[in-house]
C-alpha cells in the first residue's frame, strides 16, 4: 500500500508542477496527468481493499464503504481462485464482448435464427435448436411487441466465460438479454430475462 500511495503522491506533485510551469492552453499534458493520478487513486484504493480483505473485512463491507454491492466491489477488486486448480482466475472480460451481445440481439431481433446458432458452442448447439430459438423470441414478441430499444450491456467476467447482461426495451416490456461468450467468441448460454437485472 505504502508503494501506490507514493506512486499516486508524485503524480499529484507532477500535476502541480506543471500547471505552475505549463502555458495556459497545455491542457493535454495536464489531462493526461490528471488521467495518471486517477489509476494511481485507483491502485491505492486496491491495495486498501486487498488489505482490508487479509484483515478480514467481508465484501458487504467492502462493497458498503465503496458505494456499490458486495458483488460489483467483488468483480472489481476481488482475486477468485479457480477451484479446480487452485490458481487465480482470469477476471478480464473480452474486449469486444459488447459488440458480440449487440450482434446476437440484432440477429435475433431481425429473425437470422442461423446466425445466431452458428455461432452456438456444442453445448448449446446440443440443447437448443434453430427452431426452439425462433419459438422463444416469438413468444417474447407475442407478449411485450417488437425490440424498440437495446442498451448498454453489463459485463463481467464469470470463470471461463464473458457474460453480458443487456437491457432491452420493448413495446411492451422490459427485459433482459443474458448472453455467456467463451474467449473463442461462441456463445455459451443464452437467456431472455423478463425485467432489467440488478
Known amino acids: 500500500m505504502t508503494e501506490s500511495i507514493r506512486a499516486l503522491k508524485e503524480h499529484l506533485d507532477a500535476l502541480l508542477a506543471s500547471r505552475v510551469l505549463a502555458r495556459d492552453e497545455d491542457?493535454?499534458?495536464?489531462?493526461?496527468?490528471?488521467?495518471?493520478?486517477?489509476?494511481?487513486?485507483?491502485?491505492?484504493?486496491?491495495?486498501?481493499?486487498?488489505?482490508?480483505?487479509?484483515d478480514g473485512t467481508t465484501w458487504h463491507v467492502i462493497g458498503g464503504a465503496l458505494g456499490v454491492s458486495r458483488q460489483a466491489a467483488f468483480q472489481r477488486y476481488g482475486r477468485p481462485t479457480d477451484p479446480r486448480t487452485?490458481?487465480?482466475?482470469?477476471?478480464?472480460?473480452?474486449?469486444?464482448?459488447?459488440?458480440?451481445?449487440?450482434?446476437?440481439i440484432?440477429?435475433?431481433?431481425?429473425?437470422?435464427?442461423?446466425?445466431?446458432?452458428?455461432?452456438?458452442?456444442?453445448?448449446?448447439?446440443?440443447?437448443?435448436?434453430?427452431?426452439a430459438l425462433a419459438a422463444a423470441w416469438a413468444q417474447i414478441v407475442g407478449l411485450s411487441g417488437a425490440l424498440e430499444e437495446r442498451r448498454e450491456p453489463e459485463i463481467?467476467?464469470?470463470?471461463?466465460?464473458?457474460?453480458?447482461?443487456?437491457?432491452?426495451?420493448?413495446?411492451?416490456?422490459?427485459?433482459?438479454?443474458?448472453?455467456?461468450?467463451?474467449?473463442?467468441?461462441?456463445?455459451?448460454?443464452?437467456?431472455i430475462l423478463e425485467g432489467p437485472t440488478s
Open 106 to 131: 440484432d440477429d435475433l431481433a431481425s429473425g437470422n435464427w442461423s446466425r445466431v446458432t452458428e455461432r452456438f458452442d456444442p453445448a448449446m448447439r446440443d440443447g437448443l435448436s434453430e427452431d
Open 156 to 191: 463481467t467476467r464469470a470463470g471461463d466465460v464473458t457474460v453480458t447482461n443487456t437491457p432491452l426495451v420493448l413495446e411492451a416490456g422490459d427485459y433482459t438479454a443474458r448472453i455467456a461468450f467463451r474467449d473463442d467468441r461462441t456463445i455459451a448460454g443464452l437467456h
Open 86 to 104: 487452485g490458481e487465480p482466475m482470469n477476471t478480464t472480460p473480452l474486449p469486444e464482448a459488447a459488440k458480440l451481445a449487440a450482434s446476437v
Open 27 to 54: 491542457w493535454a499534458a495536464s489531462i493526461g496527468r490528471a488521467v495518471r493520478i486517477q489509476a494511481a487513486a485507483d491502485d491505492v484504493v486496491r491495495a486498501v481493499v486487498q488489505q482490508a480483505r487479509q
